[in-house]
């Protein structure tokens, strides 16, 4: 698995499952490296987690950190798309009111001189 991981992408760290197991199980860290029914086994895998954690997290975090960043860029430029839509709505809606009073206008005057011609 690991194997198709780096060739696909060669910045993903490699977990190793003990590190997923004490994750899941003891919460990533034991004070004693001991889990319940495995014995004196725990602390053999509790050890080998150990090495492969303290390797592996520095990009993680480092990773973790960047899609923050990005968020938040992303985040920024969503609110300042989002204002400048509202914008561009309430112009179109003034433009829209604009045109039907303009409208209303050229049909009042419309039907004055039409009112006009037919008194003469």
Do not use: W
Request: charged share 25%; with cysteine; net charge positive.
């Amino acid at each position: 698995m690991h194997e198709g991981l780096s060739s696909q992408n060669s910045h993903v760290p490699f977990i190793v499952d003990n590190e997923i197991y004490f994750s899941v199980v003891v919460g990533g860290e034991s004070k004693k490296g001991n889990v319940y029914r495995l014995g004196t086994l725990s602390k053999k895998l509790y050890s080998s987690a150990g090495i492969h954690s303290s390797t592996s997290q520095a990009p993680v975090v480092h990773q973790i950190e960047q899609m923050r960043e990005t968020i938040q860029k992303l985040n920024t430029e969503l609110m300042a798309k989002s204002a400048k839509e509202k914008t561009l709505e309430e112009k179109v809606e003034h433009l829209l009111k604009s045109y039907a009073k303009q409208s209303e206008r050229m049909h009042e005057q419309n039907e004055r001189i039409c009112a006009n011609k037919m008194n003469k």
